[in-house]
Structure formats: structure tokens, C-alpha cells
């Protein structure tokens, strides 16, 4: 099956760094891209969506400028989270869908997620 | 906006029973997917589903998609330890809109 590589799988640092994650689809090719939030013991918490070569669509109540979402290759997109504070401390999973009519019939490709922990 | 509960939300059973996750909308949807995620990994797909009535089987796990495409439900035949996980259900509807579950957490125990 279609396999989406994410990295980092755990990131520890202190408050006030930026911190980089990037999805990669690994044999095919993603038009669209999806990064969700998930809290411990709670569904997925969709953030935003991306396009290749188009800017991110955010969900409400995301703030776009704190999570920096790049779009620039049909198999990578990053998500950087700026000036990260405890409170951004959580589980970060993307997803890709390939190339198709309907988006709603076709499978997500989920990375493995990033567990970020902000100290 | 489309509202989707699933339920139960937590389910704790033994091996060897039987159990059945919920999906419900407050409005059609054109497609409808579940998933299982593990513990520190990304959801996997398990079946779409999309015409109403509809019934998949994946060995153990029986996928049942309702006539009025607003519910669908997931049976699982003698669980086991390995089926433990979070179950998300996530619809898809005209507009190329996806809405997740809040996801049923279910625990088998040997």
C-alpha cells in the first residue's frame, strides 16, 4: 500500500524554538496533504489543508503565522510550528491523498505521527 | 456543519467476545471510511464504503453502511488482543469535505 514517511517521530526542546515537520509521500504522489492534531485519548483534530504549489487552507481557530505549513513537492510538505510554547506540546499526524476526482472516496495515507514535547 | 458522533466512545471487553462500534451523522454523506490507529502510529485505512446498504467484510470485522447513508456500523467477530486500538469513522460528503469521529478507544483483554 501507499506509505507517507514522517519525521521526526519525537521531538523534545525547550519553549521558544521552531520546530520542523516534514511528511513525505513515498510511492506516489500526494496533490493533497493533511495535518491533524490529536490529543491524548481523543480523535483526530484536522489543521489544515495543502495543495501542492498552493497555500494552506486552515481550519478555524489555527493560527496560520504559528503553523507554517510548505507545500512544494507532489511528495513533501512540512509543518513548522514557530516559537513553540508548552502548550503546543501534542501529537502532529499528516496524511496525503493521491491524484483523483473525489476527495471524500479516496483513502488517507497517514504518517506515523511526530509527538512533540515542549519543555 | 455535519455533526458525527460514534459510539461507544470507550469499550473494554475480553477476548472472544463480540462488540459493535456506531457511526452516526446528522446528515447524508457521500462516502464513509473507517480506520484503526495503534498507539503512537498513524491511523490505517480498514474500508470505504459508499453506496447505501452497503456490507463489507474484512475476516473478522463485518462493515455495515445504512440505507439513508447517514450510519454505519462496525461488528467484530471474536475479538482479539490485537484488535485494540482507537476506530475512527470519517465521512466524506459532496462538497469534498471530510468531518472525523471522536473515535471509539477499544481495549481487548486476554
Known amino acids: 500500500g501507499a506509505v507517507v514517511s514522517q519525521h521526526p517521530s519525537w521531538v523534545i526542546c525547550k519553549s521558544g524554538t521552531s520546530v520542523k515537520i516534514e511528511c513525505r509521500s513515498l510511492?506516489?504522489?500526494?496533490?493533497?496533504m493533511f495535518w491533524y492534531r490529536q490529543f491524548p485519548k481523543q480523535s483526530l483534530m484536522l489543521m489544515a489543508t495543502?495543495?501542492?504549489?498552493?497555500?494552506?487552507?486552515?481550519e478555524q481557530g489555527v493560527e496560520k503565522d504559528k503553523f507554517l505549513i510548505n507545500h512544494a513537492s507532489l511528495t513533501l510538505s512540512t509543518l513548522t510550528v514557530t516559537s513553540a510554547h508548552p502548550e503546543d506540546s501534542s501529537f502532529y499526524i499528516c496524511s496525503g491523498v493521491g491524484q483523483g476526482i473525489s476527495l471524500s472516496n479516496q483513502p488517507q495515507h497517514f504518517g506515523d505521527g511526530t509527538r512533540l514535547s515542549i519543555l | 456543519t455535519q455533526l458525527l458522533e460514534q459510539s461507544p466512545q470507550f469499550l473494554s471487553i475480553q477476548e472472544g467476545e463480540n462488540l459493535t462500534v456506531y457511526c452516526n451523522s446528522s446528515?447524508?454523506?457521500?462516502?464513509l471510511q473507517w480506520y484503526r490507529q495503534e498507539p503512537g502510529e498513524g491511523p490505517v485505512l480498514l474500508v470505504t464504503?459508499?453506496?447505501?446498504?452497503e456490507v463489507k467484510k474484512l475476516k473478522r470485522l463485518t462493515f455495515q453502511f445504512g440505507d439513508a447513508r447517514k450510519d454505519s456500523s462496525l461488528h467484530i467477530t471474536a475479538a482479539q488482543t490485537g484488535d485494540t486500538g482507537l476506530y475512527l469513522c470519517v465521512v466524506g460528503n459532496a462538497g469534498n469535505m471530510l468531518t472525523f469521529g471522536g473515535g471509539t478507544r477499544l481495549m481487548v483483554k486476554p
Open positions: 464504503v459508499v453506496t447505501g446498504g
Open positions: 510511492d506516489f504522489q500526494a496533490t493533497t
Open positions: 446528515s447524508v454523506f457521500s462516502s
Open positions: 495543502s495543495n501542492e504549489g498552493s497555500k494552506a487552507t486552515y
